[in-house]
């Protein structure tokens, strides 16, 4: 996963673009802010070329804009997702959002809600980069977007049963920044009591509020009727438009692994980006993972390819 970046350590770049990020929470309309992604977009079009994954029309597009979610059919298979799984068994996982502290999945911390991989464990983890790659997603990520995205973030995260839930992605939240959306992909089984993630369907088109905070399960019945609980087998993948209002569940029953995969126009800016080493062997293109991967094996041009459509389960 990223690291965030420390205010009271960090250089005066990086206080500049805290300053930057609460900057952009101050604008909340709706008209401002696609104008500026619009605006954005014309900038980075004339500085790297033509955009080469958007189309005109695109079903799966108008489907994402229209709900703020967007089901798939599975993008990895369960030997896939078994590959990982056998990949990931000795890894150790760190508490990110809490202690910090490193220990094994089967044997986590008490009271810790949540474990992380470090970002080369997960771009080196079978099939990931593949996925976050996807000629498909890097389509309807640029479509929705308006030209071909960043990635800037990227992770492969435990839930665990425990009674100490995490606030900031166990309760129904919004993310802030313009212009994301996210690929999340189930890589265990999620029934309604292994931590589904939820969406309240259409929340992505409200006007944005200058201070954001947690929704009650309660608030988001009364004002929206409740949100849609995304479950599934292993390799279960949807899209959101981080702006709409969603949450992680918290699991009761048994642990939840999820891999997230975040599209932008530009890179975050909480983020302290540090670029680890690809081992792979597959090239990909620089401009759409430099936030992520440093090294050769990257490619420096957008590859030519045709783009592949993504079957839509429902809309």
């Known amino acids: 996963m990223q ?3 420390n205010i009271s350590h960090g250089t ?5 673009k805290i300053f930057a990020y609460y900057v952009q929470r101050i604008i909340t309309s709706r008209t401002v802010r696609r104008i500026a992604m619009r605006a954005t977009a014309i900038h980075l079009r004339l500085l790297y070329g033509k955009d080469k994954y958007s189309e005109r029309k695109s079903a799966s597009t108008d489907a994402l804009r229209e709900k703020g979610y967007l089901l798939f059919d599975k993008l990895l298979s369960s030997s896939q997702c078994k590959e990982i799984l056998a990949y990931l068994r000795d890894k150790p996982v760190f508490a ?7 220990f094994v999945k089967d044997n986590p ?4 809600a949540i474990g992380d991989y470090e970002l080369e464990c997960v771009v080196n983890c079978p099939h990931v980069m593949e996925i ?3 000629p498909a997603m890097l389509t309807l990520a640029a479509n929705y977007l308006g030209y071909t995205p960043t ?3 990227m992770g492969i995260r435990w839930s665990f049963p425990t009674k100490n839930n995490d606030a900031d992605v166990q309760a129904f939240h919004r993310d802030s920044e313009m212009g994301s959306i996210k690929l999340m992909v189930y890589l265990t089984d999620v029934d309604a009591d292994s931590g589904p993630h939820v969406y309240v369907e259409g929340t992505h088109l409200d006007r944005m509020p200058v201070r954001l ?9 009364r004002e929206h009727g409740g949100g849609v609980s995304i479950t599934g087998p292993a390799g279960t993948a949807f899209a959101i438009d981080t702006k709409g209002i ?3 569940t918290p699991p009761i029953s048994r642990a939840r692994l999820l891999l997230g995969i975040q599209y932008s126009l530009l890179p975050c800016l909480i983020y302290d980006y540090e670029p680890v080493a690809y081992r792979g062997e597959v090239l990909y293109d620089h401009y759409i993972n430099r936030l992520m991967v440093n090294n050769e094996r990257i490619q420096p041009v957008v590859q030519e390819m045709r783009p592949e459509k993504i079957p839509v389960l429902r809309r």
């Open 151 to 153: 990635i800037t973030t």
């Open 109 to 112: 911390p008490e009271n810790i």
């Open 96 to 102: 990110s959002r809490e202690s910090g502290q490193h």
């Open 3 to 5: 690291k965030y970046l």
């Open 12 to 16: 005066r770049y990086a206080r500049l």
């Open 132 to 134: 976050a790659n996807h």
């Open 213 to 221: 905070h947690r929704h009650s399960d309660l608030e988001v019945t």
């Open 246 to 248: 969603h949450k992680g």
